[in-house]
């Protein structure tokens, strides 16, 4: 189990195969955060706990997209268990959904052999028909992924499981505000073209757009491909939320950065700086990172600017949400790994990294909590 684990290291996201019934997701009707979710009736294989074939009246359902194959999903079941273990006396009922079964293992050996790491009902997908009820239709591309029923039956929340904590409790507590999650979770996937409209026929190939969902889930898809047009179109979606704004800021810089636009993008980060919001030193710490991952396309400039926003967030940071402090040293040890040999000779600010190195000798030579990056990046930036 523990190799399982490890591997969930290397593959961030497990995205699902195309098959033929994802080619014709035109034909679907999309289905939306304020939708009542069909149910899943006799389209599973139920492999432990009681079946479940409509949903309730009154009970809050959370649907755990998963499959064998998937690290990623299986280094979440514990977190899922808990969280099953917690609410069970409020009545919310968990339902593992595998789909797309691996051959090495078949999903009934893996629960049986898995039944302490899965506390809570788990059923099999046949044919396909709910990965396209409830991936397609949702625009879910990759798993893991929940998907949360409130007590009418209403699709309330989708998203990473690892984020299901806060609105399960809204939720369940009947607090939860399902008008304002219809307009946040379901503006990027109508920005974007979600689930694509059958467009007259021009001879050209669209570009493929990112799921729907939240933020975060959007993001996996299109930072993996480094789609500098689709991050700019979705923060453009997400200016008029004035909670989200340093976040839409964070994700327009990257998506300038990519489209090659830097004088815009570095004008862009550091308008973070003036502007205020819960997740601040977050985005600031995110930008820093992704500065520093890429570095080497230009050294002397993202360096320079990495440096100065994980001195903001540091600046910035309110409490212990994030490591901004491990940001800090992160960015200063690539800045140092990069002044001894592996600059060029002309480094403009060379004097200026000098001069940052002396200042926070204390704080490389310390070990604060690392930075999101730190970890499994580090070996990679240094050649170690």
Known sequence: MRTIFLSGCVAVISLLMPTVEAQETKALKPLVIGDQLPAIGKRVTWLKGDEVGSFAKGKVYVIDLWATWCAPCIEMMPHTSDIADRYAKHG????????????????????????????????EDIDGQMKTEYMARTGTAGIPTVLIINKDGILAWTGHPKNMSGPLAEIVLETYDLAAAKQTLNRHGTALGNIPKTPASSGKTDKPHPPRGTDRDALRNIFERKDGDAMVELASSMMGNKARLVNALGIKGKGLYHQGNFEEAESTFNSICNESGEFKTQVLCGVAEFLVMQYRDNPDRNLTLAISLAEAAVANRTGQQW?????????????????????????????????????????????????????????????Q
């Open 323 to 383: 490591p901004a402090t491990g940001t800090l040293v992160f960015v200063m040890k690539v800045v140092e790994f990069h002044t001894k040999g592996n600059k060029k000779e002309d480094v403009k600010s060379h004097k200026l990294f000098s001069e940052k190195l002396e200042q926070y000798e204390h704080l490389r030579n310390s070990k604060p909590q690392e930075s999101r990056l730190t970890t499994s990046n580090r070996r990679t930036l240094l050649g």
């Open 92 to 123: 919310v009922e968990i339902i593992g959904l595998a789909l797309d079964p691996g051959s090495a293992t078949t999903t009934k050996q893996f629960v049986e052999t898995n039944a302490t790491l899965m506390r809570y009902a788990i059923c």
